[in-house]
């Protein structure tokens, strides 16, 4: 079909209503981001770490230079990846198992099923001076390829077209369980399946993988001290656990953020895109606070955030490692804020009269030009200005149908500081974001009279 464009590619406020349990959009990026940092502990506080995090083995999905690298320089203190560049995949789990039920309390309604509402990749540049974070969003339509879920395939799964993006994880967590796998090895299998379908999707290579949940989220805003964010409009909603925050700048405890990334139907268009945005800012704030206390230079600040992200991680067992993690952190200790920036994946809406209603599907010249920048290791910049200036015919992942990408314009420069409401289309960096009440006083300003 044909990639709306236009007032056609707007989401329809009506098309809110199903309510959503989505974990932060990337607050596992600021997890990875910022316990890449905290490097230099002692090797007994490291082994407390190490202890905290849920690692599985996925050298079996990895490509053969990726792991050759990283053996060849496990045994010394450095960035074991120094001059590759890494692609690091990030999902946040709405599971309500485990110390999940105390912060969001409607377990009994979930049950044990896993849904992946948060999944981006980060790609930290070969050179160590960029970050950069790209949003898949959830209800992309694509196809799932079969997934093999352990490195001898004693399960896998099958293959479904058109289907939502985050049902790759479900799919792989259910078919685990069915085996009677445990936890920690369905969260491996769950995040196996994401892995697949990711790289079937773009093409680029990853390298790891990192999933967090709702209760390492808030331990990780509450071992900061809050977080402050720019909230651009009053916001009431009943269906964030009745979240009530004034328009302006804002400090959140643990609990508070967790229900402004939750927060949907009540704020903006309503959509889950312009979610997206909200919560991209709300990690560019974690990091931003992060370095302005200096965490890197204070023990106990430092210690306090690392336990409480790592209590909550499932990872690969590379990313796991806090030795690996100390040698990445090193090499990205100099990392300029303006240079960690998010983006999510170029998209167009289904009309309402289609079989997707609703849900997204990729502008696929846009999406594969981002992603073939991210697989060169070069900035991504704006894709737009990458695109021809005529229309182009190309193939879509979810149906095999041509489409047509119609000629898009460069946007305009960003202003100093934004109040990001998830519906802009030019890369967002954490050195975009207001850092002080006047800061944001003035954005929320510019932003209604643009």
């Given at each position: 079909?044909?990639?709306?464009?236009?007032?056609?590619?707007?989401?329809?406020?009506?098309?809110?209503?199903?309510?959503?349990?989505?974990?932060?959009?990337?607050?596992?990026?600021?997890?990875?981001a910022?316990?890449?940092t905290?490097g230099?502990?002692?090797?007994?506080?490291?082994r407390h770490?190490?202890n905290n995090?849920?690692?599985q083995?996925?050298d079996?999905?990895?490509?053969?230079?990726h792991?050759?690298?990283?053996k060849a320089?496990a045994?010394?203190?450095?960035?074991?990846?120094?001059?590759?560049?890494?692609?690091?995949?990030?999902?946040?789990?709405?599971?309500?198992?485990?110390?999940?039920?105390t912060?969001?309390?409607?377990?009994?309604?979930?049950?044990?099923?896993?849904r992946?509402?948060?999944?981006?990749?980060?790609?930290?540049?070969?050179?160590?001076?960029?970050?950069e974070?790209?949003s898949?969003?959830?209800?992309?339509?694509?196809?799932?390829?079969?997934?093999?879920?352990?490195?001898k395939?004693?399960?896998?799964?099958?293959?479904?077209?058109?289907d939502?993006?985050?049902?790759a994880f479900a799919?792989g967590?259910?078919v685990?369980?069915?085996?009677?796998?445990?936890?920690?090895?369905?969260f491996?299998a769950?995040a196996?399946?994401t892995?697949?379908?990711?790289?079937?999707?773009?093409?680029?290579e990853?390298?790891?993988?990192?999933?967090l949940d709702?209760?390492?989220f808030?331990?990780?805003?509450d071992?900061?001290?809050g977080?402050?964010?720019?909230?651009?409009?009053?916001?009431d909603?009943?269906?964030?656990?009745?979240?009530?925050l004034?328009?302006?700048w804002?400090?959140?405890?643990?609990k508070?953020?967790?229900?402004?990334?939750?927060?949907?139907?009540?704020i903006?268009?309503?959509?889950?895109?312009?979610?997206?945005?909200?919560?991209?800012?709300?990690?560019?704030?974690?990091?931003?606070?992060?370095?302005a206390q200096?965490?890197l230079?204070?023990?106990?600040r430092?210690?306090?955030?690392?336990?409480?992200?790592?209590?909550?991680?499932?990872?690969s067992?590379d990313?796991?490692?806090?030795?690996?993690m100390?040698?990445?952190?090193?090499?990205?200790?100099?990392l300029?804020?303006s240079?960690?920036?998010?983006?999510?994946?170029?998209?167009?809406?289904?009309?309402v009269?289609?079989?997707?209603?609703?849900k997204v599907?990729?502008?696929t010249?846009?999406?594969?030009?981002?992603?073939?920048?991210?697989?060169?290791?070069?900035?991504i910049?704006d894709t737009a200005?990458?695109a021809?200036?005529?229309?182009?015919?190309s193939r879509?992942?979810?149906?095999?149908?041509?489409?047509?990408?119609?000629p898009?314009k460069?946007?305009?420069?960003?202003?100093?500081?934004?109040?990001?409401?998830?519906?802009?289309?030019?890369?967002l960096a954490?050195?975009?974001?207001?850092?002080?009440?006047?800061?944001?006083?003035?954005?929320?300003?510019?932003?209604?009279?643009g």
């Amino acid at each position: 079909m044909e990639e709306p464009q236009g007032e056609a590619a707007r989401p329809p406020r009506h098309l809110a209503a199903r309510r959503s349990h989505a974990v932060l959009r990337g607050v596992a990026i600021a997890a990875v981001a910022v316990l890449a940092t905290a490097g230099g502990v002692s090797y007994g506080l490291a082994r407390h770490f190490q202890n905290n995090v849920d690692t599985q083995d996925v050298d079996w999905l990895k490509h053969p230079q990726h792991t050759a690298a990283a053996k060849a320089k496990a045994a010394t203190p450095e960035d074991q990846a120094a001059g590759n560049a890494l692609n690091i995949l990030v999902l946040g789990s709405d599971w309500r198992g485990g110390s999940n039920d105390t912060v969001v309390k409607d377990q009994g309604a979930q049950g044990n099923a896993q849904r992946s509402d948060t999944a981006m990749v980060l790609h930290v540049s070969a050179d160590r001076k960029r970050v950069e974070v790209v949003s898949i969003p959830r209800d992309s339509i694509v196809d799932i390829p079969a997934c093999q879920l352990d490195s001898k395939n004693t399960a896998s799964t099958n293959a479904s077209s058109g289907d939502m993006f985050n049902n790759a994880f479900a799919y792989g967590w259910d078919v685990a369980k069915q085996h009677g796998w445990n936890d920690s090895k369905a969260f491996g299998a769950a995040a196996a399946c994401t892995w697949q379908t990711v790289e079937s999707l773009t093409g680029i290579e990853l390298d790891d993988y990192v999933v967090l949940d709702f209760a390492g989220f808030t331990g990780m805003i509450d071992a900061l001290g809050g977080v402050d964010v720019c909230v651009p409009e009053h916001v009431d909603s009943k269906k964030a656990g009745h979240l009530v925050l004034d328009a302006g700048w804002q400090n959140l405890d643990g609990k508070t953020a967790i229900k402004w990334a939750r927060a949907r139907y009540d704020i903006a268009d309503g959509s889950d895109i312009a979610r997206i945005g909200r919560q991209q800012a709300l990690v560019g704030s974690v990091v931003n606070k992060f370095f302005a206390q200096n965490y890197l230079t204070s023990a106990p600040r430092m210690l306090s955030f690392v336990d409480a992200v790592t209590k909550s991680l499932h990872t690969s067992s590379d990313i796991g490692s806090i030795g690996y993690m100390t040698g990445l952190g090193f090499s990205l200790r100099h990392l300029d804020m303006s240079n960690v920036t998010f983006r999510t994946v170029p998209f167009y809406y289904y009309p309402v009269d289609s079989a997707h209603r609703g849900k997204v599907g990729w502008q696929t010249d846009r999406a594969a030009a981002l992603w073939a920048k991210v697989a060169a290791d070069k900035p991504i910049g704006d894709t737009a200005s990458t695109a021809s200036s005529k229309p182009t015919a190309s193939r879509t992942a979810s149906s095999g149908t041509t489409t047509t990408t119609a000629p898009t314009k460069k946007p305009a420069a960003a202003t100093p500081k934004r109040v990001v409401t998830g519906m802009d289309s030019d890369p967002l960096a954490a050195g975009d974001l207001p850092t002080t009440a006047a800061q944001c006083d003035a954005a929320i300003t510019a932003a209604s009279q643009g």
